[in-house]
């Protein structure tokens, strides 16, 4: 693996470990659905408690998935689809990896 790509898949391996969590999920998925929310609104709507909710866009923060501002007494969340993308980039830089290796292997089985 070349260190470009073991840099970007650190950064991958923190998208997917706030992503694992269902909670969190749903969370991302309001927030890219409704444009921002706080954490008081997203806790009406969810299952857990608005202290619970804070956590998970905490966890979702500091992966770069989401972006809080303060608006008076209040942080504003919303999606940083850029985080996203780079993530979708990465993971298609290794199915075509994949594929290269596996189009190979089916050349070398064919021939064989």
Not at 21 to 26: H, K
Not at 65 to 92: D, I, K, N, Q, S
Request: overall charge positive.
């Amino acid at each position: 693996m070349t260190p470009t790509r073991a840099a970007t898949n650190l950064g991958a391996d923190e998208v997917f470990s706030a992503l694992a969590d269902p909670t969190r999920w749903r969370l991302l998925n309001l927030l890219a659905t409704q444009g921002e929310g706080t954490a008081t609104t997203l806790a009406e709507v969810m299952p857990v408690s608005r202290v619970a909710v804070t956590k998970h866009l905490a966890v979702l923060d500091r992966a770069g998935l989401v972006r809080g501002r303060r608006r008076g007494r209040e942080v504003r969340y919303v999606v940083r689809p850029e985080r996203l993308e780079a993530t979708a980039r990465w993971l298609a830089g290794v199915a075509s990896e994949w594929e290269m290796r596996l189009s190979a292997i089916k050349r070398i089985a064919e021939t064989g």
